[in-house]
């Protein structure tokens, strides 16, 4: 697969490199780090993002790389990066054929096989991983730029190197890229140590009001639109809200509601050991990993609250833990 991506890459003149909307490190990382790699190759990259790249990632790309425009003319070639169906990278208005041949690398185990190639490894810590697969095929160096891409994008995927995705293989790839030139405390100040004042007033507020369930398995924070406007907080700084209810000792399963307008709710799982939450996003038409996924519901926050802990507690059940 990654010889076949290769020799589609190589034809290709103009490309299009993408990733999920709503940006994490891994998207951002792998994003930046392939559009770098293949203007090294004299190609012509254009590299999309529908939204705004997280204040905690933009340091990858301060020379204006992303932009939140689609080609109007089109490309030969279309690269998607961590997305595990198209819908979550581009448009649903952007004609289809103006991509021109897709690339799909993805880690997520609800992938869907959308590209004429699909790269597609669950077991990868991070789509990152798989960039550097497909950059070595390529035959491109890693350069400091690249391996910092690279890094944030393992990074955060692993939650610094925490979570059950970190392998063997996770370690090894990060010893490569600092051999690179990667710094790990200039890339941990940009990532974790440059949060706006309001992000952690604003987190202070959500964990006072955090729901525990009466049995201790699950804990679910929530963010409200007016209240974002009202201390000047843009989603992007709502990452991460969502691993204080999992640190609970006890808790199986976090649960994070954002509104995102009115009757709309995204709803964010995490969980540890062998609760699957892919399985129980994928009953709301979302998807992810096993230990985290997501899905957006269309309706009034009790009626979304009454349907997600009845996923839940169902799954617990199955699992006899409750
Ligand atoms: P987050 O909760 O951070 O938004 O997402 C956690 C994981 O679930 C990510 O890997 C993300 O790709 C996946 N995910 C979140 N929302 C959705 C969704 O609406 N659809 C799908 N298919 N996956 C999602
Ligand atoms: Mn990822």
Redesign the pocket.
Known sequence: MFKEAAIAIKKAKTILVTY?F?P?GDAVGSGVAMSRALKTLGKTVICYSKDPTPFNYRFLASDGLITSELPAAGVDATIVLDA??LG?AIPADYPKEKLGFIINIDH?L?SENFGAINIIDPKAAATGMLVVKALDELGVPLNKEIATAIYTAILTDTGSFQYSNTAPDTMEMASRLLAAGVSPRAVAEKVYESVPRARLIYLGRCLERMEIAPHGLWAAVQTELKELKELGVTKDMLDGF?NYPRSIAGVEVAI?YREEAENRW?V??RSRGNVNVAQM?AHFG????FN?????IEAPLPEVKTKVIAAIEEELKALGLM
């Open positions: 999920h709503n994490d595990s169906n979550r997520h609800t969502i994070m995204k964010s799982f996003a979302g998807g992810g990993h985290a996924a997501g899905g957006t």
